[in-house]
C-alpha cells in the first residue's frame, strides 16, 4: 500500500507562487511516477504535470507550461509542484497520485487526499 499527503495549498493573490508537496510512504517512492492533477467542483480531475521514477522525464498540461515546475526527491519521498505566476483559474483542489507514468488519472493507482489552492484577483 502508498499512502500520499499532499500540503503546501492556501490563499495566494494572482500574480503569487505556492509550492505544494507529496510525501509518499508505504512503498518504494522511486517504483512510480508521480503526477499532480486538479479539480474544481462538477468537473473531472484535470492533468496538470507528471514526473518519471529518476526525476529526468517530465510531461505538463499546454496550458501550464512554462508557470509550473514539477519535481521530485527521492532521498525524501517528496514530490513538488512549484506554481508561478498564478491565476485565479488555478483555483482547484490540488491531487498527487502514484502510479505508471501517463496523463490520465485512471493510470495512477495511489491518489493522495488534496489540498486547497485558492488564487484571489
Known amino acids: 500500500q502508498v499512502q500520499l499527503v499532499e500540503s503546501g495549498g492556501g490563499l495566494v493573490q494572482a500574480g503569487g507562487s505556492l509550492r505544494l508537496s507529496c510525501a509518499v510512504s508505504?512503498?518504494?517512492?522511486?517504483?512510480?511516477?508521480i503526477a499532480w492533477f486538479r479539480q474544481t467542483p462538477g468537473k473531472e480531475r484535470d492533468f496538470v504535470a507528471v514526473?518519471?521514477?529518476?526525476?529526468?522525464?517530465?510531461a505538463y498540461a499546454d496550458s501550464l507550461k512554462g508557470r509550473f515546475t514539477i519535481s521530485r526527491d527521492n532521498a525524501k519521498n517528496t514530490s513538488y509542484l512549484q506554481m508561478n505566476s498564478l491565476k485565479p483559474e488555478d483555483t482547484a483542489v490540488y491531487y498527487c497520485?502514484?502510479?505508471?507514468?501517463?496523463?490520465?488519472?485512471?493510470?495512477?493507482?495511489?491518489w493522495g487526499q488534496g489540498t486547497r489552492v485558492t488564487v484571489s484577483s
Open positions: 497520485a502514484a502510479g505508471n507514468w501517463g496523463t490520465r488519472a485512471p493510470t495512477y493507482d495511489y
Open positions: 508505504g512503498r518504494t517512492f522511486r517504483n512510480y511516477a
Open positions: 514526473i518519471g521514477w529518476s526525476g529526468s522525464s517530465t
